[in-house]
């Protein structure tokens, strides 16, 4: 049994409107949500921190993350979805869907919740929520809002900046520097560090603990340490590895299979998942496995399948031929399987058949120790050269996918070359890739040479921004000035 359920949003907010009291009939009318009504209780308190993190139940967050492997040269995306097909032919415009307006869009809801959360806490004046518990809330609440402002500034670079509850008064508010958005950023990453438990993920009962925001920190450093060009910042890179070396210590480790980090049966308590998006059949149920293994939303290129190396495990344990197959239980897709190949990877073996009726409750593994080793040997390697700790962080990722150790005498670029493709490897239609092309500064290098691509691909140098929506840009009045080149 996991050890908390995010409740649904339509179930929070019914149980906001009664109070969350039997004696609900003896308050003020509740046609409407007001301050006498609410944030009185720790309850209070716990039940709109539970809505802030069941807004990353938004499958842009989590189980459709796969997706943004689908604007890469990793997959193919038949259904379209959240607009791929039109951001790889580079038909990218501020009237865009997709990605291209949901991002905004998400994550300023997202930052609204943490907002009005971190204005009532730090108004809050009752004794049931003590020091110890409101420093752990500022924690939770400031990952979330770094988490988000994290995705703003790598989609659109410069933002509005909203820190405070909107009003009728600020509500239209103009854009702010990159370079702003970024220190913030990195403040509240850092408030979140300095706040949350220093304890291991899989003690928590599905809450953060600082290696989780350690875990995002280290994502932000490696996004920014390859600055306009590509060109690394050694001091970034150095911070980077030093972030990297605090959770390598804090006691995680790899698990032994791989596919046990995306099963619910074997989540929790797993040792190397750092921070997940909990999802509990049946009122917290998602439809991943009828996505991925019935509709194909997500094909794999042939070349991407062709990249792993001969008995690597993770290629099966990923890619699925023609029809799913677990040991022999078989499901074959009632939708094309346009590219030959369909998503493995996160499908659960007992829910065949997948059909509309399919309840999947995979936690979403948001951050996972994996990640931090690739990105620690990324770092060392850039540093150093190819050092003996560059070697045991990948050779432990590749022995447990069936792999030998990498050659001793690799220079530092061959072994770049390696890490990256281990991390492409590792983390793929995990929504890594889109943005790993995009810090090291190769997305039209790598995007424009696809071959095998059902669409062809068009990547110019101004996508590196995004436009911002404009029904944004027509709702501030003027205010919102459109990214260059839009």
């Known amino acids: 049994m996991k050890k908390i359920v995010i409740i649904t949003v339509i179930s929070l907010l019914a149980c906001f409107i009664q109070g969350c009291d039997k004696n609900f009939l003896d308050r003020d009318p509740l046609d409407k949500l007001s301050s006498n009504q609410f944030w009185e209780t720790k309850q209070d308190f716990d039940m709109a921190l539970t809505a802030i993190y069941g807004n990353l139940q938004t499958p842009m967050f989590s189980a459709g993350t796969p997706d943004w492997d689908l604007i890469t040269d990793n997959g193919y995306g038949q259904h379209n979805s959240n607009g791929s097909q039109a951001i790889v032919r580079g038909d990218i415009f501020s009237s865009s869907d997709g990605y291209i307006r949901d991002v905004y869009k998400n994550c300023y809801a997202g930052i609204a919740r943490v907002n009005i959360f971190l204005s009532k806490l730090a108004n809050y004046e009752g004794s049931a929520i003590d020091a110890t518990a409101k420093k752990i809330y500022v924690g939770e609440a400031s990952f979330m809002r770094a988490y988000y402002y994290y995705l703003l500034y790598t ?17 239209i508010q103009p854009k702010v520097p990159a370079t702003e958005v970024l220190d913030f950023i990195l403040n509240e990453v850092d408030e979140a560090i300095a706040n949350l438990p220093n304890s291991l993920y899989k003690d928590a009962k599905g809450h953060l603990v600082k290696s989780s925001a350690q875990a995002l920190k280290l994502r932000i450093l490696l996004f920014i340490a390859y600055g306009q060009n590509g060109n690394v910042d050694l001091q970034i890179i150095q911070q980077a590895k030093n972030v ?25 308590g797993n040792p190397e998942i750092i921070f997940s998006v909990k999802f509990l059949a049946p009122d917290n149920a998602t439809s991943m496995d009828q996505w991925y293994g019935d509709w194909l939303v ?34 074959k897709p009632s939708n094309n399987v346009p590219t030959g190949y369909g998503l493995k990877k996160f499908l659960s073996p007992d829910l065949i058949p997948y059909g509309y009726s399919t309840q999947s409750e995979q936690d979403w593994v948001m951050f996972r120790y994996a990640e931090v080793l690739l990105s620690f040997a990324e770092a060392e390697n850039e540093l150093s050269g190819p050092t003996i700790a560059v070697h045991d962080a990948i050779n432990s990722l590749r022995l447990r996918s069936g792999l030998g150790n990498l050659s001793k005498t690799l220079t530092k670029d061959e072994m770049r070359t390696a890490i990256r493709k281990e991390r492409r490897m590792e983390l793929a239609f995990e929504g890594f890739r889109y943005f790993d092309l995009k810090r090291w500064h190769i997305a039209e290098k790598v995007l424009n040479n696809v071959k095998d691509g059902i669409l062809t691909y068009k990547f110019e140098d101004k996508f590196y921004k995004w436009p911002l929506p404009q029904t944004e840009i027509d709702r501030s009045q003027g ?3 459109q990214n260059p080149s839009y």
């Open 244 to 268: 990297a070396t605090e959770i390598m210590q804090a006691g995680y480790q790899l698990s032994p299979q791989f596919e046990s980090i995306f099963r619910s049966t074997t989540q929790e």
């Open 479 to 481: 205010v919102l000035i």
């Open 155 to 171: 989609c659109y670079g410069d933002v509005p900046l909203v820190k405070e509850p909107l009003t009728l008064e600020n509500q």
């Open 298 to 331: 997500a094909s794999p290129l042939k070349s991407f399948y062709d990249a792993f190396e001969a008995n690597d495990k993770r290629r099966d344990q990923t890619v699925f031929v023609g029809q799913v197959d677990f040991n022999g239980t078989i499901h």
